[in-house]
């Protein structure tokens, strides 16, 4: 543990003034610590003014350091080395904050995973509905006669239906010929229950 003096509290401070976060003397904080108590015995006036001031470096020096750690954690997870000069409390904050980033990072993946896989069915749905669209507008080109009728062959049984005009049809069983109105034909065909009978 190197021995602290005032100026050494100095020294540090104005070197943490630089942007890359400096290496303190070993057992810094805890050599400090004792500094202080030592200073405050004394209870003289140059020696509390020492502490007062030393207080408050300290407490910027801190400041610093803290602030480089956070930036340097954010620089570590976009792929730059940790950094050095690190005490061994900062070492345990600095693997704090980047686990903390990690998953911060992971769970904001999984929701947009989760949200680009919503896109991807919204955009499934959307393409069926235009694939529905153009048979629909197929079997209005071909199949369609003048009056709004078409004809059909009922490719299955179908028991007594009311259709959108509340008029009753069937039962209708499979091989049956016959026309409806347009819109109840083109359902059927849609749903492959019947097939058209004008080609």
């Known amino acids: 543990m190197e021995l602290i003096t005032y100026e050494t509290i100095r020294n540090a ?3 943490e003034k630089e942007e890359e976060l400096q290496k ?3 057992g810094f904080f805890d050599s400090v610590r004792n500094w202080f108590k030592i200073k405050e015995n004394m209870k003289d006036t ?3 003014l020492e502490v007062e001031n030393a207080k408050k ?3 910027d020096i801190i400041n610093r350091r803290q602030k480089k750690i956070v930036l340097a954690a954010l620089s570590t997870m976009r792929g730059q080395l940790p950094p050095i000069g690190l005490t061994d409390e900062e070492r345990k904050f600095f693997d704090e904050i980047v686990n903390s980033l990690k998953l911060f990072k992971n769970n904001i993946n999984e929701k947009f995973r989760g949200f680009e896989k919503i896109v991807e069915e919204k955009v499934e749905e959307a393409k069926k509905s235009i694939e529905e669209m153009r048979s629909v507008e197929e079997i209005e080109k ?5 009056n709004g009728k078409i004809l059909v062959k009922i490719l299955s049984d179908l028991p007594r239906f009311v259709g959108s005009d ?3 049809y069937g039962p209708l069983k499979s091989g049956d010929i016959i026309t409806l109105p347009d ?3 083109k359902l059927l065909i849609t749903r492959k229950i019947a097939e058209n009978m004008l080609d």
């Open 13 to 15: 401070h104005r070197a």
């Open 24 to 26: 303190l003397p070993e």
């Open 46 to 48: 140059t020696s509390l």
């Open 57 to 59: 470096l300290l407490e």
């Open 142 to 146: 071909t199949f369609v006669k003048p």
């Open 166 to 168: 509340m008029q009753s």
């Open 183 to 185: 819109e109840i034909g």
